[in-house]
């Protein structure tokens, strides 16, 4: 269907569009940069700048997961593993119930209030 429509335009309306797009693009890309103040950053604090940079590259080019996945695998083993749950549940059963019973405890200590 959109390949329908951009045969139905001429090389002229074409070229137009493309050109808003670019325009669009490059005035996104510049008030991105007067807002972030980049230039600015970079004469004050050139090393700062670097240090994000290759900080965001890092985290972008796929960081400490090769090297944090087999950690991740064996918590997330030993977290899932049957006796753990079992023991969670039991903690979160304990909780329940102490909190029951404190509950309990303040209802009874609730002075029940009176006509006169």
């Known amino acids: 269907?959109?390949?329908?429509?951009?045969?139905?335009?001429?090389?002229?309306?074409?070229?137009?569009?493309?050109?808003?797009?670019?325009?669009?693009?490059?005035e996104a890309v510049q008030q991105a940069s007067e807002r972030l103040?980049?230039?600015?950053?970079?004469?004050?604090?050139?090393?700062?700048?670097l240090g994000v940079a290759?900080?965001?590259?890092?985290?972008?080019g796929g960081g400490l997961w090769p090297a944090l996945r087999p950690v991740v695998k064996a918590a997330t083993r030993t977290a899932l593993s049957p006796s753990n749950l079992v023991?969670?549940?039991?903690?979160?059963?304990?909780?329940?119930a102490a909190q029951g019973a404190a509950s309990e405890v303040e209802n009874e200590q609730e002075p029940t209030p009176t006509a006169h």
């Open 1 to 26: 269907m959109a390949a329908e429509g951009l045969g139905a335009m001429d090389p002229q309306q074409i070229a137009e569009a493309v050109s808003a797009v670019k325009d669009q693009v490059l």
């Open 37 to 49: 103040e980049v230039e600015r950053r970079m004469r004050e604090n050139p090393w700062l700048v």
């Open 54 to 60: 290759a900080g965001a590259g890092f985290l972008l």
């Open 87 to 96: 023991a969670v549940i039991a903690a979160l059963g304990a909780f329940k």
